[in-house]
């Protein structure tokens, strides 16, 4: 359970250090992860809530079960997002993107803190890069 536990919050830090800029979004789906998940925080409970009052009101007592199951699957929406925002901080870069990581180091004069980065490690040199340097970064 550690371990379940610790990547949920590998995650809610992945997500807290990935640069939103509409560049990226072409590139990584981790932009678009965290929209939604930052989205359904929000729109979720309100939903569950609302459901259960129409259940109440209207619904018939032999679908409660199923009602409950679909809660249940909706409120653990976002903590799959997190586990996924999670797996994905700790998976190395394909050799393209190390590559990436490298010149992009290289341009801040930045020496690199890992030999394999990670996905995590790669966000927070995008972010330091877009503080630092021109957006031409990307495409050179």
Same mark, same amino acid.
């Given at each position: 359970?550690?371990?379940?536990?610790? /990547?949920?919050?590998?995650?809610?830090?992945?997500?807290?250090?990935?640069?939103?800029?509409?560049?990226?979004?072409?590139?990584?789906?981790?932009? /678009?992860?965290?929209?939604?998940?930052?989205?359904?925080?929000?729109?979720?409970?309100?939903?569950?809530?609302? =459901?259960? !009052?129409?259940?109440?009101?209207?619904?018939?007592?032999?679908?409660?079960?199923?009602?409950?199951?679909? !809660?249940?699957?909706?409120? =653990?929406?976002?903590?799959?997002?997190?586990?996924?925002?999670?797996?994905?901080?700790? /998976?190395?870069?394909?050799? =393209?993107?190390?590559?990436?990581?490298?010149?992009?180091?290289?341009?801040?004069?930045?020496?690199?803190?890992?030999?394999?980065?990670?996905?995590?490690?790669?966000? /927070?040199?995008?972010?330091?890069?877009?503080?630092?340097?021109?957006?031409?970064?990307?495409?050179?």
């Amino acid at each position: 359970m550690n371990s379940f536990s610790k /990547t949920l919050s590998y995650g809610a830090d992945y997500s807290s250090i990935w640069p939103s800029h509409p560049e990226l979004a072409a590139f990584f789906p981790e932009q /678009t992860i965290i929209y939604l998940l930052n989205w359904g925080k929000r729109l979720i409970p309100a939903v569950v809530i609302l =459901s259960g !009052c129409l259940q109440m009101q209207w619904g018939n007592p032999v679908n409660w079960p199923t009602f409950i199951a679909s !809660c249940l699957f909706a409120l =653990s929406l976002p903590v799959q997002g997190y586990y996924w925002l999670g797996k994905r901080a700790e /998976t190395l870069l394909p050799p =393209s993107l190390t590559r990436w990581y490298f010149d992009i180091n290289q341009k801040m004069n930045y020496a690199p803190s890992v030999n394999r980065p990670s996905y995590f490690d790669l966000a /927070t040199t995008l972010r330091k890069a877009f503080e630092q340097l021109d957006r031409v970064f990307l495409f050179q």
